[in-house]
């Protein structure tokens, strides 16, 4: 099910349907528990569109409800002009059929009040429609190709009017259709309840709908909505730590736009590998997952997920277990992973064609350590029954979380014994100042100007050695052999192992090694000399230009990554490079900020700097809200550990957890929408960007 809208007051239509950050559109979850309720607005101009979900499950029902309400936004109601006409909006709401079955509309008077249909999943069902002020309605019932032709398939069953009259659906095009849409035009204090009710197996007769109706309705939504908050207040507890009624609604929006951004998505993934260049399908599967960004990034991503996974398990760690379960899945035999999820027509239309393919040589960072470190963290002996289920999904996931970590040791080491190198950098690239690293997600982050096989990433190091003490803590805990695990870990952490690799002396930071120089720069090619008469001479690209050859050695970027060995906590509590990097981190000549960490600092040479004419600086200097939360993670920990750096690291990360909440909120206050990265100060990037972003909740919660 779902709806578009238009406004009768515009002066040209303008359809809305999928969420999109060009809109400019303020919306978003103000409530939402990830399984049975839901309250969302929708701000468009003077309208103030609000859904809502109400989800029954027991042994007597699987029903559900979703309420459809127009209001007039604050400004327009307490608008002087008394004389001003209220504003019409069109609603097409629609029903589509993903399943093998059938379903046909329910008529009464030539107009739509229901769906009625059967499919091998949900069984025989039924939809009723109800209006809360009866309005003149037309249906179309239409066959649907596929889900990307969705709005021209309907605007193709609009009936011919007069400028003005809005659009009309024509009815009946088909007598076997798989899309069904509703048309109104409705104003201000207009509500719409549609009721989806399974039939009883045994009798096929309906479960009844009278504990539904209005008020009952009324009474469970603001029951829902009073638990709601209730639960959020239970589970973060942000007033008790002295956060205001205002700020402690902030962070509930936040958080129900991650939790409220689960989906189920099916398809199957476009694959390269080393055995064949030519992409194939990989199995057709489901997965069940959250989203970064429903305007941008409507789809799952592998890094991103296990950062949404620390939230969300703090709330219901039985949906984790289930999202982790469903990625789990997709793990092929050889215990690879596709970093990105791009499953179905619907999502393929929205993605770039040069990031469909995934290549099964190309890791990404193996973050679900970070929520299964969290979960074993959360393991509450008053709680039996849950902790039954988190061990025996452990025992589900031991062996596929072996697999993916030997998956990277057989594919991600570097030509140095004990080092990692990821893969995937273009080596002939000409119009990239430096060669991004996507499969590290910190993509056009400064590695070695000139990939190649000798390269070492600090980052890719620090995973692994904090993967393997998860894994020995996950063997401890259902009775299999650690001692594996526990070994590659000390002897990862061994703070001569890790400096050999990745301190640089000359810098005083951790950095990457490789063949670099800084002497690289973008020039624009000269157009060809000859041209013929009257030819317009080209618009010639920006190439690299390489200054000065580059020379085996560490890389001079200091920034996220210099912070991985303190971030995943690696660094003895006593060791000299803690202090030095405690003393990087905080300074604001380099990566301190009032708004947080910087992902670059300022004296690097790459600092704010394009990666190509097109491709604005990314992971360059910008504040990103995961990388920060792990650095209170570390600065937390440090803090409590006995040793020269503990008061420091208290004292910062008190400054941290103040800059990032004050900055996030006041953002948030001024435009609305929580954002992907902060530069100076100010949201940039995809938005509303509620993934990793909202763990500004758990900064609220936990530091």
Sequence with gaps: MGMMWFSYNAHQLFLRHLCDQNDKLR????????????????????????????????????????????????????????????????????????????????????????????????????????????????????????????????????????????????????????????????????????????????????NGLGSWKTPPLDTLIHAKKQAFRDKFQKVFQLIERGYSDEQNEFAQRVFSNLIGGLGYFYGESLVVSQWSSTPSKYWTTGLFTAVPSRSFFPRGFLWDEGFHQLLISRWDVGLTREVMTSWFNLMNADGWIPREQILGDEARSRVPDEFIIQNSEYANPPSFFLTIESMLDSLDPDRPDEVDKTLKFFEFAYPRLQAWYNWFNATQTGSLTGSYHWRGRNITTERELNPKTLTSGLDDYPRASHPGPEERHVDLYCWMAYGAGVLARVAEEIGENPLPYRTAELYMKQQERLDQLHWSDKHGFYADFGRHTDAVRLERQQAPRQLKPGQPAPQMPKVRVVDRDPKPGFVNALGYVSLFPLMLRLLDPSAATLGQTLDHLRNPNLLWTDYGVRSLARNSALFAAHNTEHDAPYWRGAVWINMNFLILKALKFYGEQPGPFQEKSQRIGQELRDNLVQNMYRQYQKTGYVWEQYVDGEGRGSHPFTGWSSLVVLIMSDF
């Design 27 to 206: 919306y978003g979850w103000q409530q939402h528990d990830g399984r049975s309720f839901g309250y969302q607005e929708i701000i468009d101009d003077a309208v103030n569109i609000s859904t809502t979900f109400v989800k029954r499950h027991n042994d007597q029902t699987n029903d559900w409800i979703s309420r459809i309400a127009i209001g007039a936004t604050a400004s327009a109601s307490n608008s002087k002009k008394n004389d001003t006409p209220k504003p019409t909006t069109g609603l097409f709401l629609y029903f589509r059929l993903e399943d093998k079955g059938q379903f046909q509309p329910v008529l009464l008077g030539g107009e739509l009040v229901g769906v009625e249909g059967s499919t091998p999943s949900l069984g025989d069902f039924k939809i009723h429609i109800r209006q809360s002020d009866p309005v003149k309605t037309t249906f179309l019932s239409a066959v649907l190709p596929k889900v990307s032709l969705l709005r021209e398939t309907i605007l193709s069953g609009v009936l011919p009017q007069n400028p003005g009259a809005g659009l009309k659906l024509v009815g009946h095009t088909t007598q076997t259709p798989n899309l069904i849409v509703l048309e109104l035009a409705v104003q201000p204090g207009f509500s719409l309840d549609v009721v989806y009710e399974p039939m009883r197996q045994e009798t096929t007769r309906s």
